[in-house]
Nanobody, 126 residues
């Protein structure tokens, strides 16, 4: 399974960006998908996740809840992260992640992930 993230860039405080992740080499419909991020000098942290089934349940970190939205398009094998009301502290490399359906969804925030993609840089200027 390969994950290719794109869509990072520069935004101003209060602005919006959308990052995307295209998945290949696996059965996308049976993958729960997530986003993590790593800010300069900090560890990787969970951002959001969407389940492979079950009305596509979602999870968000407290830091982004209400500002970010994760969604998926099974026809395009793509997961999106819409980021609104951006803050300078959202500056980070954003990583796409995937977990097989047998991996408990509620473990994704703790790094319960089977596949990682390369990151895409998001910079929020103040």
């Amino acid at each position: 399974v390969q994950l290719q993230a794109s869509g990072g860039g520069v935004a101003q405080t209060g602005g919006s960006l959308r990052v995307s992740c295209v998945v290949s080499g696996g059965t996308f419909e049976r993958l729960s998908m997530g986003w993590f991020r790593q800010a300069p000098g900090k560890g990787r942290e969970f951002v959001a996740a969407i389940k492979w089934r079950g009305a596509y349940s979602t999870l968000y970190s407290d830091a982004v809840k209400g500002r970010f939205a994760i969604s998926r398009d099974n026809d395009e094998n793509t997961v999106y992260l819409q980021m609104n009301s951006l803050k300078p502290e959202d500056t980070a490399v954003y990583y796409c992640a995937a977990a097989q359906h047998r991996t408990p969804f509620n473990r994704m925030p703790m790094g319960g992930v089977d596949y990682w993609g390369k990151g895409t840089l998001v910079t929020v200027s103040s």
